[in-house]
């Protein structure tokens, strides 16, 4: 296709169609389609490769943004996978899953009145498309090395460190104590924002670049860390944080109040047919839910309780609309299908004699921002209210869980638990060990798909630069 300059006053954005609400209630299937050619090659030509390009900046693992948009533009799907890959080792789950918002195309210089380019749904469509075509990354001129390096954890940290690895001819074996990879984007973010299928495509990509896979073996009970030190040269961490955050009022250990991930991971695995126990699906059907607060997991447990077919589903959030820390698009998305959002409210009470009978809430007004710059949550005295409830799921977040083996290994954590690998140091996310590096929420924290992808690749870095390859 030629170049259309002023593409971007002729097209408006344009994002793939929608599942109509009333349909994808009931499913547990994604809700966005998929562009065809024409209209990737149109919206990807609606980029005026501005000078500086905000939005590379802005993505964590600073993509090649408006190249690889030129070559969809163009018609060459396969230039354009190669070049996604250079930079990012999970481009179409990324594209899924991104708050681009926040992101990318928050940064997009046409986000100023015309509209952002659709960069995620053009960067999903380029990995599923080329992939279908039979594209699989270049890995025909690695040498490869004698280095082995084992990957703890086949989450989108250990993905990236393997991804890394593997292209410069080192070993990467990945274990993961799940039967499945990809950590949280298999168990936990539910299918209706990223099928699994998606992630198995991804599997075979791997295997097929060289990265070996050990699934459902946990370290430190099947396999001990001293035997992993013995066999390989290096070791890679990324196990993400599993420390369920807790409210700390009154009521949490009442029958029916729930932690979010054990929640939708039962529901996860009924959908996937690997439910081992019935017992340990939480059914919603027919109840009032009432969800606690207003990050990604808050909004996967509404929009999961409201597929379950719950009778209400209510999520209150301590701040205001404009503070709520994760996707804009997922709040439109939980808020169309029904969920209905009382905004700042603070739990400080579950209701209840065994189990949950309510909340009660109190209304908060907005203070001085805090070390993080987001504005402080204060209870407006006199404002208590009591929101009726079956069911609460408390989706506050997790923190770091450091394993009994850290101290045997010299690996040191922070005040928060989080082990300590700084990006800045001799060798880039190299640990108190310097033969164990270290990336993703383990060490910064709960936080993106895409940052932990990040480090992960520059751990890797800082792994062949240690080894000397
Ligand atoms: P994880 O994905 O947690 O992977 C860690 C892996 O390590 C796991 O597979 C675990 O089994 C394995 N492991 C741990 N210990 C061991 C051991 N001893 N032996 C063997 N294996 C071990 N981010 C987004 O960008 N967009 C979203 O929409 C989004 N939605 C989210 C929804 C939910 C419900 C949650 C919980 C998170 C969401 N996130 C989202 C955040 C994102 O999923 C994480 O930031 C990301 O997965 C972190 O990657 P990681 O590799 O560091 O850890
Ligand atoms: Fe945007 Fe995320 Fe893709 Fe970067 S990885 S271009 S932030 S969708």
Wanted: hydrophobic share 35%; with cysteine; aromatic share 8%.
């Amino acid at each position: 296709m030629a170049t259309n300059h002023l593409q971007f006053l002729e097209t408006p954005r344009q994002d793939p169609k929608k599942v109509e609400v009333p349909v994808r209630i009931h499913e547990f299937a994604e809700i966005y389609g998929q562009f065809d050619k024409e209209t990737a090659a149109q919206q990807a030509g609606r980029c005026i490769s501005c000078g500086n390009p905000y939005c590379e900046w802005k993505c964590p693992v600073h993509n090649y943004i408006p190249n690889w948009l030129k070559l969809v533009n163009e018609g060459n799907l396969f230039e354009a996978a190669e070049l996604s890959h250079a930079t990012n080792t999970l481009p179409e789950i990324c594209g899924r899953i991104c708050p681009q918002d926040r992101l990318c195309e928050g940064a997009c210089t046409m986000n100023d009145g015309l509209g952002a380019i659709s960069i995620g749904s053009v960067e999903k469509y380029i990995t599923d498309e080329a992939v279908k075509q039979g594209w699989r990354p270049d890995v025909s001129d690695v040498v490869w090395t004698d280095r082995k390096v084992a990957v703890i954890g086949a989450g989108p940290a250990g993905l990236g460190a393997a991804d890394i690895l593997v292209r410069n001819g080192v070993q990467a074996v990945v274990f993961d104590k799940y039967p499945r990879i990809g950590g949280l984007l298999t168990f936990g973010i539910p299918p209706f924002k990223l099928e699994k299928s998606v992630v198995e495509t991804r599997r075979e990509i791997m295997e097929g670049m060289g990265v070996e896979f050990r699934l459902g073996v946990e370290i430190g009970r099947d396999v001990t860390m001293a035997d992993l030190m013995a066999e390989y040269d290096a070791v890679f961490l990324g196990m993400g944080t599993y420390t369920y955050m807790k409210g700390g009022f009154p009521g949490e250990d009442l029958d029916g109040v729930h932690e979010a991930l054990p929640f939708l991971v039962a529901n996860i695995n009924r959908v996937l047919g690997l439910e081992k126990n019935p017992r340990d699906y939480i059914d919603m059907k027919g109840e009032r839910v009432v969800v606690l607060g207003g990050g990604d997991t808050a909004m996967d447990c509404n929009r999961t309780s409201i597929r379950q077919g719950a009778k209400k589903v209510v999520c209150a959030y301590r701040r205001d609309e404009d503070n709520m820390p994760g996707s804009a698009r997922e709040f439109q998305n939980a808020r169309e299908e029904g969920v209905e959002f009382m905004f700042n409210r603070q739990p400080v009470e579950i209701i209840g004699d065994t189990h949950v009978e309510g909340i009660k809430v109190v209304t908060t007004k907005l203070g001085a921002p805090d070390e993080r710059g987001r504005r402080r949550p204060e209870p407006v005295p006199g404002t208590e209210e009591v929101i009726e409830a079956d069911r609460v799921i408390i989706a506050f977040g997790f923190r770091p869980n450091p394993q009994e083996w850290f101290d045997s290994q010299a690996i040191e954590i922070d005040d928060g638990g989080r082990v300590i690998a700084p990006e800045q140091g001799r060798f880039k996310y190299q640990t108190t060990n310097p033969r164990i590096f270290a990336g993703g929420d383990m060490v910064r924290g709960s936080d993106l798909v895409v940052t932990a992808v990040f480090e992960g690749r520059e751990a890797a870095k800082g792994i062949l630069d240690y080894l000397e390859v």
